[in-house]
Structure formats: structure tokens, C-alpha cells
């Protein structure tokens, strides 16, 4: 079955980095894009970055651009967020995720992320 399993997060000062990891298993990851998305209390889940199948090519939203790196190693089935300059505003829970077939939405648990002094 299809899993995700995110790590990484943590509490970091404003400006600080971090480096989110979620390793997949159950489906073939070299063949599906990849996503990173974020849900902070009382707000709706918004994407933050993807990834192509193949990592030739990146998208980001527009709070994050310059800040935050979205990348993949197939070799090992994980896709990665880097994150830099964070700011309170990226206070999150962030989920990675896979449209599995095209059709399901898989999402891991999550990793929480907290920016603060």
C-alpha cells in the first residue's frame, strides 16, 4: 500500500532552516510527481511546492519562492523541502503527497513545523 512518512521538522528561530524528508514506499516513486503541502491552525491545506517525476522541473507558491528548494532523490524513494529564511508566517503542519494513479490522494501524517523566538 501506498505510504509516506514525513521528517524533519522541528521549532527554529525566524531565519533559521530546516530540512523536511518523506520517504515513500508502495508505488512506484520514480514514475509520480511529488508535493509539498502545509496546513496552519484555523487555515485551509495550501500547496507549497512539486516536484516532476523525474525532478527536471519545480513549481512553487508564491510565499515560499526564493526561500524554500523542493527536491528528490529516486534512488531512495524521498523527496525533500529545504527550507531557508523561515518565518513565523511558515508555522505549519506540512504533508508531502502523491495523486497515486491519478486518481487518490495519498498524505502522509505530516511534520510539524514551528518558527518562533
Known amino acids: 500500500q501506498v505510504q509516506l512518512v514525513e521528517s524533519g521538522g522541528g521549532l527554529v528561530q525566524p531565519g533559521g532552516s530546516l530540512r523536511l524528508s518523506c520517504v515513500a514506499s508502495?508505488?512506484?516513486?520514480?514514475?509520480?510527481?511529488m508535493k509539498w503541502y502545509r496546513q496552519a491552525p484555523g487555515k485551509m491545506r495550501e500547496l507549497v511546492a512539486s516536484?516532476?517525476?523525474?525532478?527536471?522541473?519545480?513549481s512553487y507558491a508564491e510565499s515560499v519562492k526564493g526561500r524554500f528548494t523542493i527536491s528528490r532523490d529516486n534512488a531512495k524513494n524521498t523527496v525533500y523541502l529545504q527550507m531557508n529564511s523561515l518565518k513565523p508566517e511558515d508555522t505549519a503542519l506540512y504533508y508531502c503527497?502523491?495523486?497515486?494513479?491519478?486518481?487518490?490522494?495519498?498524505w502522509g501524517q505530516g511534520t510539524q513545523v514551528t518558527v518562533s523566538s
Open positions: 503527497n502523491v495523486k497515486y494513479l491519478g486518481i487518490a490522494n495519498y
Open positions: 508502495g508505488f512506484t516513486f520514480s514514475s509520480y510527481g
Open positions: 516536484i516532476t517525476s523525474g525532478g527536471e522541473s519545480t
